[in-house]
């Protein structure tokens, strides 16, 4: 029995930790992730944002290890038992749910929780999200706006005006932050970079 794609290009894929039963993240699969997940018994899904097939772990090497692989009735929602190799999560959680509805709630508003939401924006594609509207047009597109930014936060610095530069700073981080997630990429390799460069 084979997940039937022929329903939908693209079909869910909720990757379980063997040992602790517990849900890690939930991916898409087109028919040619299926097979390299299958050929390779490492998990590989398809990334919408970026358009391509992508290996879990082919940045952060925390890989997901195939242990089983299960249909649901109507076989077109997979179910993946993996070892994970690290965190799963690219906030380097174990889990891309362990933070609950009550902590984004409480959450003080920081640069982690301001990532958060714009990873839930990139899963979720939210209607009349300006978010959603950035990942659509893709990475030539948040470049664009990155470098527009980035030349708002020199004129307001030149023009000596604190709160635009305030102003143009946030939006410059904000779009920094959205072109990190459309790569795959977690703030936090940016900070241990830092901290590298720091020690030496």
């Not at 390779?40 to 090497?61: A, C, I, M, P």
């Not at 906030?91 to 929780?113: A, G, Q, R």
């Not at 023009?159 to 904000?174: H, M, Q, T």
Request: overall charge negative; some cysteine.
């Amino acid at each position: 029995m084979k997940p039937d794609f022929n329903k939908t290009d693209l079909i869910p894929a909720i990757i379980q930790n063997s040992s602790s039963k517990k849900v890690l993240m939930l991916g898409w699969m087109n028919s040619e992730a299926y097979e390299k997940t299958l050929e390779t018994k490492n998990v590989w899904f398809f990334s919408r944002s970026r358009n391509k097939l992508w290996e879990k772990g082919e940045e952060s090497k925390n890989y997901l290890r195939v242990n089983e692989i299960k249909l649901d009735c109507d076989n077109d929602t997979i179910l993946i038992s993996a070892n994970p190799e690290g965190p799963t999560c690219h906030t380097l959680n174990e889990s891309c749910f362990d933070t609950t509805l009550e902590d984004y709630e409480k959450n003080e508003f920081n640069i982690e929780y301001l990532e958060k939401i714009i990873q839930s924006r990139k899963i979720q594609k939210p209607d009349n999200s300006y978010t959603t509207e950035l990942f659509n047009k893709g990475i030539t597109k948040i470049s664009k706006k990155l470098g527009e930014e980035a030349s708002e936060v020199i004129i307001a610095s030149l023009a000596e005006k604190r709160s635009d530069l305030v102003y143009e700073s946030a939006d410059l981080i904000f779009h920094l932050l959205v072109l990190l997630a459309n790569e795959e990429i977690n703030f936090n390799e940016v900070v241990i970079e830092l901290s590298k460069r720091h020690k030496k």
